[in-house]
């Protein structure tokens, strides 16, 4: 709470100096995004099968030019997306944003604070919901439990880019870590766990790359990531590390009238601890998954969406068989894997008002939580629904 009310004040600083200043030389901008939700069969979103209002999304941005080179950018926003990640504010990013001069015909910014994760397709603007491709984003790679987690961290970034005969290049690199709160210990671990998951390090890399007069796109990113568990002074866990090892293959292809967009990834995913009930947990697993999206643009103001989703926790374990075998109790074999086919129309009212909405059939929930304590599982059946209409305001 301390650390969000330090990020407003910052932001109304900003603000304060922009009525010194000359307006050129600030900017801001706001969204706000209001629906309705539910999910059958699942507590994906919802706790039952009952309609609700909490798709909420409400944000400011602003960023200050301090001198041609030098600029500070920021993000506050409020969500409440039901049962898919952390209600209430957080600051998205603040960061100081250093253009450097051309450097061997690359153009380089350095993002020092808070920076946004820049390295998958959607990783920089899933935070604002008129830039986003559909409401919710494909789970295999943005799953809605690691939301904060993925989007931005603590430490520095840079943003490098080539045009040449070849082609654009980009090449991205970034290291730091991301808070977590008490929330995401319980997503990530168990209601159970009473201390705290904190993350050591995130460091990725990725490039893109897209030949001149083409309309398509490739790129590959790379992550590497550690986390430690601070036990409470009474606590089922008495000690844990994990790690993640990720990469991830990109392709997109933009035409007049429609684009299509894929994504794949594996997941090598480590943990080990020692719990109280002398049990010594030590894993080492790798997922895969990844999407295939397509969108039509059926008129100026009218988009369609068809995309198939796709994700095996374990890739030696694709239906699942061995979950009945977790050393804390026997875990439901659909728990293993989760596939979803999702259908989706936005519709652009005005050129700043859209209203969005989809539906998605799913079997499966191996990407609703982290698969180890049976009793941190988000309830869902081998089949279940989920649908969102959203209508989105921005200025």
Do not use: C
């Not at 993350?199 to 590497?224: A, R």
């Not at 010594?280 to 068809?306: I, P, S």
């Amino acid at each position: 709470m301390k650390r969000f009310a330090l990020s407003v004040g910052v932001l109304l600083l900003l603000v304060s100096r922009y009525s010194a200043a000359n307006h050129d030389d600030f900017s801001w901008h706001g969204f706000i995004a209001q629906g309705l939700t539910s999910s059958t069969d699942s507590n994906y979103i919802t706790t039952g099968d009952e309609i609700t209002t909490e798709l909420t999304e409400i944000g400011i941005n602003g960023s200050y030019v301090i001198n041609p080179s030098l600029s500070v950018s920021g993000q506050l926003v409020y969500l409440d997306g039901g049962n898919r990640f952390r209600q209430g504010g957080r600051l998205d990013y603040l960061f100081l944003d250093w253009r450097i001069t051309r450097l061997f015909d690359w153009q380089v910014n350095v993002h020092l604070g808070r920076y946004k994760n820049r390295h998958w397709w959607y990783s920089a603007t899933q935070d604002v919901p008129q830039t986003r491709p559909s409401i919710s984003l494909p789970q295999s790679i943005y799953y809605d439990g690691n939301r904060d987690l993925a989007l931005s961290s603590d430490g520095i970034a840079l943003q490098s880019t080539k045009t040449s005969n070849s082609g654009t290049w980009e090449v991205r690199w970034s290291y730091g870590r991301s808070p977590l709160a008490r929330e995401d210990t319980e997503k990530l671990l168990s209601p159970q766990a009473q201390g705290r998951v904190k993350q050591d390090f995130t460091h990725q890399f990725s490039t893109y790359w897209q030949p001149q007069s083409m309309h398509w796109q490739l790129g590959f990113s790379l992550l590497q990531s550690e986390f430690t568990y601070n036990p409470a002074a009474r606590d089922i866990l008495l000690n844990g590390k994990s790690g993640i090892d990720r990469l991830t293959l990109a392709a997109r292809y933009d035409s007049e009238n429609w684009e299509l967009t894929m994504e794949l990834l594996r997941d090598r995913l480590m943990y080990e601890g020692d719990f109280t009930q002398g049990i010594t947990l030590d894993v080492d697993k790798t997922g895969e998954g990844g999407y295939l999206q397509w969108r039509y643009f059926l008129q100026n103001n009218l988009t369609g969406l068809v995309r198939f989703d796709t994700y095996d926790v374990d890739r030696h374990d694709r239906h699942g068989d061995q979950l009945v075998f977790n050393p804390f109790g026997a875990i439901p074999e659909h728990y293993g894997y989760m596939d979803t086919l999702t259908v989706g129309m936005s519709w652009d009212i005005m050129a700043n008002l859209r209203l969005s909405g989809e539906f998605s059939r799913t079997h499966g929930a191996g990407r609703l939580t982290a698969v180890v304590f049976p009793d941190a599982l988000v309830y869902a059946r081998p089949y279940w629904n989920a649908w969102s209409l959203q209508l989105m305001y921005w200025f």
